[in-house]
């Protein structure tokens, strides 16, 4: 075979022609896995408002039963630290108690003891411990 | 292939366009089918999930880099000289001249690699000097001459070949 020129050569290379590439492999079509990223992202953010649902109502449920247990402890500090029930004293329960039946419930379970002065013991109590024939 | 993607068929029609080119390239890079069938349809399938061609001005440069940049990215291939398969057909011969195109295959396997890498994108990929140096990010003088020097080597190559068939 004669030794070509350049430009004759490269005609000639150009006539073997690259093999064909085998066709592209089917892709998911693209559509497809926005659908799906768009549903995985509701579903993802109804769990986030049910979780900070369940959790603000959590927390104001557990403030509610602190403050009602503070209202009680201080209703019932109130009247261990009372005198004897007098007008006064009940009308100061009035003012402080949270609410007309709390006030009327701690008045009728109130301890009525008055303490007793050391080294002198109650009547009732020498009287509990005699044994009594009868 | 689904069509779901606004500027799928634009990337299919480049595909058969230059597909072919661009897996010899891709062959001539990597040396080995397999790897450059990855590398050009990782490319492609890149390109149509993210449909990102509309604002390539050269979009066939475009894709002769991204396919270089892919064959690259699959490793083992930072030595300058690839071994290339010599088993799997190149080129679809003229006049079925398979004795012409494993003759052609063989000097382009002598060739050193950037000087076959020229020999392809000029000759086969169509890319004119300019495109090339911006690729291969070399000087237009250079390409010439890799071009000028992979071109006498492969005529002598190929001719010394079949000069030596014939004769025997």
Not at chain 1, 1 to 24: G, I, S
Not at chain 1, 47 to 61: D, E, F, K, N, W
Request: proline share 6%; aromatic share 8%; net charge positive.
């Amino acid at each position: 075979m004669p030794t070509l020129d350049d430009d004759r050569f490269e005609a000639y290379l150009k006539q073997f022609r690259p093999c064909v590439p085998e066709p592209l492999p089917a892709v998911e079509p693209p559509q497809r896995a926005r659908r799906m990223f768009i549903l995985g992202a509701w579903a993802a953010a109804a769990v986030v408002v049910l979780v900070v649902g369940a959790l603000t109502l959590h927390i104001h449920t557990n403030r509610a039963r602190v403050a009602e247990n503070i209202g009680n402890a201080r209703t019932a500090e109130y009247l261990q630290d009372s005198q004897p029930l007098t007008m006064r004293s009940a009308n100061a329960l009035v003012a402080k108690a949270p609410s007309f039946k709390t006030m009327v419930d701690d008045m009728a379970f109130r301890s009525q003891t008055v303490p007793v002065p050391k080294g002198k013991r109650s009547a009732v109590a020498v009287l509990g411990k005699e044994k009594i024939k009868l | 292939m689904h069509r779901t993607h606004g500027n799928t068929p634009e990337i299919e029609l480049l595909y058969r366009q230059h597909g072919p080119a661009l897996l010899l390239f891709a062959q001539a890079v990597t040396g080995e089918r397999g790897r450059a069938q990855d590398a050009v349809h990782q490319v492609f399938l890149k390109l149509i999930e993210k449909g990102s061609l509309r604002q390539v001005a050269d979009k066939k440069a475009y894709l002769f880099t991204c396919v270089r940049n892919a064959a690259f990215n699959q490793g083992k291939l930072r030595e300058r000289n690839v071994q290339l398969d010599p088993d799997s057909a190149w080129f679809s011969p003229p006049d079925r001249d398979y004795a012409g195109e494993r003759h052609l295959r063989r000097a382009l396997e002598a060739l050193p690699n950037d000087q076959r890498q020229v020999m392809v994108l000029h000759i086969w990929g169509e890319l004119t000097f300019s495109q090339i140096s911006d690729l291969l990010d070399l000087s237009s003088n250079t390409v010439a001459s890799r071009y000028r020097y992979g071109l006498a080597k492969l005529r002598d190559s190929m001719f010394a070949k079949e000069n030596s068939c014939a004769n025997s």
